[in-house]
């Protein structure tokens, strides 16, 4: 039989995806991503984006970005470890473990990229890494790059972990074992059970890792998921990005010095893949040090976050177990899912469906993501258009 050519692989799928209403449509926006944005001259309320405390488009960060351009050029020049490493990336660093209260921390580009090599840079093919079912795409390609068995436990199920923690160290088959999760669950908004993970890995002697991009600025006074539960000795990978609420680019690992250390010389793409650009490590570093002095930030987040989630509920939305203000509106179908979606941008609200393989096939959901610069007024047009289009499509 004649094997398929690449075209007619990718035409065969690319229309099987649109006819089971799962294939993603890109807008390009025309302006920043703040609380309004415009598409294709259109503007509207935007509810999709994980600029969570509105920092993406904050003078102070614009500021330091600007003067770290005049000072350093727009590019690091460099991988990290030959001589890419400026004294910013340092700076920040130094700011980022203070801010999770570590010996340590080291930063990467993304928040991808830092699960995938630090993941790898610890657990080889004699571990196993115990993952919970709804873990980001990230931290499930780190695993699998690290070769390491990889043991699913149910979402935030401890009995599930309790028991898969067990039979793996019982096996005595692996040399060193893992648990890692969310921090906070982006497609749900809800929070990982940190207290109960890390008393199930001192009994298992499980290596603990948090990926806290969705918690960072968001919980524990803004420290994070691990701080919130007053856990930051007790974890040892205490993983986040820079990229949502830090409001630019990047990703990190904080915890203790050897732990560090060692990612420093073992992580790929820390030594494989050219240091954060200056502007963008220069702003991370202002936004972080914002952090540190003030929830005034914080505090406007999770006052808009409160108010959309009990308007929506009242109006008779499903939004879930959210504990933070994350709000899924679920609508189950995937091609309703998408079409619920489209009428709300049609009335001006950008409020992006998550359909399958985002998450579990027949809970499509329409995620608003409300942040600290949206105002009372802004939350109201959107809980209006809620309401239309929600009676309009048999929703509520
Ligand atoms: N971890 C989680 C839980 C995420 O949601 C994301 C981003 N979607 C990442 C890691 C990757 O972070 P970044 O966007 O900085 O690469």
Redesign the pocket.
């Known amino acids: 039989m004649p094997s398929k050519t690449l075209d007619q692989y990718l035409q065969e799928n690319l229309q099987d995806l649109k006819n089971r209403g799962l294939y993603n449509v890109i807008d390009p926006l025309d302006s920043a991503n703040g609380p309004i944005i415009e598409i294709s001259g259109r503007e509207l309320i935007n509810l999709s984006s ?1 600029n969570y405390l509105g920092l993406a488009t904050d003078e102070r960060l614009k500021e330091v970005a600007i003067e770290a351009v005049q000072e350093y050029g727009v590019g690091a020049g460099a991988v990290r470890t030959i001589n890419g490493t400026l004294n910013l990336h340092v700076k920040l660093e130094e700011k980022l473990a203070e801010f999770k209260n570590t010996e340590a921390a080291i930063a990467f580009q ?6 995938m090599g630090a993941i790898s840079a610890v657990m080889d093919k004699n571990d196993a890494i115990l993952s919970d079912e709804l ?5 499930i390609d780190g695993c699998r790059l690290s070769r390491a068995k990889i043991i699913r436990f149910n979402h935030s199920d401890m009995d599930d972990l309790r028991a898969k923690a067990k039979e793996a160290k019982e096996s005595g088959q692996y040399k060193k074992i893992m648990v890692i999760t ?5 497609m749900d908004g809800d929070i990982a059970k940190l207290p109960e993970i890390v008393e199930i890995a001192k009994e298992y002697d499980l290596i603990t890792y948090v ?4 918690g960072s600025g968001v919980l524990g006074k803004g420290a994070g998921t691990v701080k919130h539960f007053g856990l930051s000795d007790q974890v040892d990978f205490q ?1 986040g ?4 609420a830090i409001g630019v ?3 990190y690992v904080a915890g203790k010095k050897d732990l560090i250390d060692w990612l420093k010389v073992r992580a790929r793409p820390f030594l494989f893949s050219t240091a954060l650009s200056p502007a963008d490590t220069a702003a991370c570093l202002k936004a972080v040090s914002i952090l540190m002095n003030s929830t005034e930030l914080q505090d406007k987040l999770w006052e808009n976050g409160r108010y959309l989630k009990k308007s929506l509920k009242d109006l008779g939305f499903d939004i879930g177990q959210s504990e933070t203000p994350i709000t899924p509106c679920i609508i189950g179908d995937e091609v309703k899912t998408q079409e619920f979606s489209k009428r709300l941008n049609e009335e001006g609200v950008y409020a992006k469906s998550i359909v399958f393989p985002t998450v579990p096939r027949g809970t499509g959901r329409v995620r608003n993501m409300p942040t600290a610069a949206h105002t009372k007024e802004m939350l109201d047009r959107v809980i209006s258009i809620y309401e239309k289009v929600g009676k309009e499509m048999g929703v509520i």
């Open positions: 994980n993304s928040g991808f990229n830092c699960n873990n980001h795409a990230s931290i969310d921090g906070v669950f982006s990926d806290d991009a969705h993983m990005t820079l990229s949502k680019l990047g990703g």
